[in-house]
């Protein structure tokens, strides 16, 4: 598959001890995507131009509108647009009745259908801290568009050796766990033994869709809301938050630290997560 751009140097002005100097700057690229499903437009989102069609294919499970690959009958990628058909020819998605719409914590509208209804997480994944602070270390490691930009988020999908099954960067954090969702559905990938680690905050609609994906544990370098809590406690998902390791840097009051050891909060789950 060819390299795709994900990033443009752009001319600007730096100013530093009262005095200016021109630089060039890596920025990450922002493109609009839109995904048609049976003929009629359903949403516009603003990705980074990459895994075009594991985006279209998680956005569409993450909000309930399929909930198999089975359901898709073809997904195809013309002129940066995604034209989605569907078994179902007769599901057009205008039902409001039937649709409910909500503005999430990311700003964007999101969608969410009656089929997209929860259930508890069946897995027997237990995993150790040191893992999950590996795998924390080995997405920054490969998140080679945040080096370059440090515009955008980051989410990795690993295994029990910490090794990486995909890693995904996008100016949303929202975009990095579909365009993940939809790489497992795209390639029949079983969840239930492996993990999460992202670099977003965990609110409910981040927590819903990576329950409906049925992974069993997410760890993060920032927080939880009360919503993703509740939901993550409801269906048996595991969180930690403010994952950070030794030497990493972290933003705390507009200043910069380094962690002089490593620390995690677990919210919900620990008894999936060991100690040693």
């Given at each position: 598959?060819a ?24 920025v ?20 980074t ?32 647009t ?10 057009t ?27 508890e997480?069946?897995?027997?994944l ?14 920054f ?29 996008d ?7 579909d ?19 992202s ?33 993550a ?27 002089k ?16």
């Amino acid at each position: 598959m060819a390299s795709v751009k994900s990033s443009r140097k752009l001319s600007g002005w730096q100013y530093s001890a009262g005095r200016a100097a021109p630089f060039k700057a890596d920025v990450a690229i922002e493109q609009e995507f839109p995904i048609f499903v049976n003929g009629k437009q359903l949403v516009i989102p603003s990705i980074t131009p990459n895994l075009l069609k594991e985006f279209a294919m998680g956005y569409l499970f993450g909000q309930g509108i399929i909930n198999s690959l089975e359901e898709v009958a073809s997904l195809e990628i013309l002129n940066n647009t995604a034209h989605v058909t569907l078994k179902d020819r007769r599901k057009t998605l205008t039902d409001a009745a039937k649709t409910n719409y909500r503005i999430v914590s990311g700003g964007g509208k999101s969608i969410y259908f009656p089929e997209a209804d929860l259930s508890e997480i069946k897995s027997d994944l237990v995993i150790s801290k040191r893992t999950l602070f590996s795998a924390m270390n080995q997405l920054f490691k490969n998140a080679l568009l945040y080096s370059e930009t440090e515009g955008v988020h980051a989410t990795g999908l690993f295994n029990t050796r910490a090794s990486p099954v995909c890693i995904v960067e996008d100016i949303g954090r929202h975009n990095t766990l579909d365009k993940i969702i939809g790489y497992t559905l795209l390639h029949k990938i079983d969840c239930s033994r492996l993990f999460l680690v992202s670099t977003g905050r965990m609110a409910s609609e981040m927590v819903t869709k990576i329950c409906r994906s049925g992974i069993p544990v997410v760890a993060t370098r920032t927080a939880v809301t009360n919503k993703g809590l509740e939901t993550a406690k409801k269906c048996g998902l595991t969180i930690a938050g403010f994952v950070r390791t030794i030497g990493s840097k972290a933003i705390t009051d507009a200043s910069a630290r380094t962690p002089k050891k490593n620390s995690m909060k677990i919210y919900c789950g620990a008894e999936r997560v060991r100690s040693a």
